[in-house]
């Protein structure tokens, strides 16, 4: 069971000096001629000595930087918090104050009350703490037993101070925040739920729970009916596992629409490789091969309790891929839903054997945009590293979604599907095959993927195509708003991309 995130978000205008709280957070940045404190409200008496201390106390307002240090005189808080804005020419960019505020969060678990005194002259600014905020209040304890200081529960009580607290839209940026926080940080619990305990079955249950006090219709199709029905990618990389596929269609259809959004997402719920066995090395992580799937999911989630007037479908392809005597074999030919047929000869290529199945399905319903979002490929992260996703697919939906991703605060980058790329996934005996080209191999899974996107009223339906193989999971340290391990990453830009429909259809 996935409870909802307690956090509770709100915003003052009132004296700093008064306000109580277990924790006031303040800001530094790296001056030219070192570390200066930002001004909080406080009064000079107050914080003169702190900020003329700064760097004999090891503090440098470097990002990331995280010092907490005993109440002021003149303040109401029991602790003082430092956190890093990084240079003083960036350290108001929303992007800024969202990581420097979730990183002070995320260093203050086991803390209830925190009060930020970050620069919030705007509204927008406002939003960019408190959103980071909301995803900094996170940690994963499912399973894990309490022992002494190991397991802190999360600050459930955010103040924003800013001078423009009172204004009227500020209500509105501190809920959406909220959503944003819980949709992200839902996100992150199912990928960072080990593959013992989040299957296909158990996945498809999490999705009802989830869905449960909201206006969205939950179906799940189980292997008879992906039997009868003709999924036979989604079937072909399920079988060598004694656990069963699923896909799952989750839908938001409020009365008044005036877009159709369709989203696709990858659910291996572990990917082993399947008879391509993966080396030990590689499946250390392949428990996040279903980040596509809980992030169409929850973005889905987060788009009802918007109330956005816009159609939502969401597909979640959920398999394990596992090695058995039941398993598909290299060289097999499945047929995929619709009918087209796939020599799979290589079965670690299994993420976009499920996907086609889909993209096909999401298609025959004629959305006016479909997206997919799928921790695809290594090749993604050989591309751009393990922080900058990728988007593909038709260029202006492919721009759309990066320029959504640049204002939720997401890192993604737009790549090309060279056409001759398509060419190489040529079979000797089936329609495609499942692997081809390997350099530039994030791109050839792109173009498989292509083949199975539909048309709807004689053209084919505009897409883009999101591959967060290594932003999808964070083997490294916390850094900003983000955890260790599942990131929730591509769910604010899928967010803010809905928001871009509705405006740009106004
Ligand atoms: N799930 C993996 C991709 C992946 C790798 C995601 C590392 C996150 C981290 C995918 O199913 C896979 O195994 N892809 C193969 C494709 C290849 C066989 C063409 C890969 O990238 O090696
Ligand atoms: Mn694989
Ligand atoms: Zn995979």
Redesign the pocket.
Known sequence: MITASDLSLSATAKDVRKVRCDALVLGVVQGSDGPVLLDSGLSEKSTGALGSTLASLGVSGRADEVHRLPGLSGAEADVIVLTGLGREESATDEETLRRASGAAIRNLHGTESVVIALPAPTVAAVAAIAEGAALGAYVYTENRHATADSLKAPVTNVTVHSPVATDSAVAGVLNRAEILGRAVNATRTLVNRPPSHLYPETFATAAKELSRSLPVKVTVLDEKKLEKDGYGGILGVGKGSSRQPRLVKVEYAPSKSIKKLALVGKG?TF?S?GL?L?PPAGME??K??MAGAAVVLNALLAIAEMGLPIKVTAWLCIAENMPSGTAQRPSDVITTYGGRTVEVL?T????RLVMADGLVAASEENPDVLLDVA?????Q?VALGKRTSAVMGDEDIRDAVAAAARRAGELFWTMPIPEELRASLNSQVADIAN?GEKMG?MMT?AAFLREFVGESNGRTIPWGHLDI??PA?NEGAAHGYTPKEGTGVAVRTLVAFAEDLVSNSK
């Open positions: 291996i990917d490789g391509s993966k992580t392949m996040c091969d290589n670690d290529a299994e993420g921790t695809l490929t290594g090749a992260m692997i191999g899974a193989a290594g999971f």
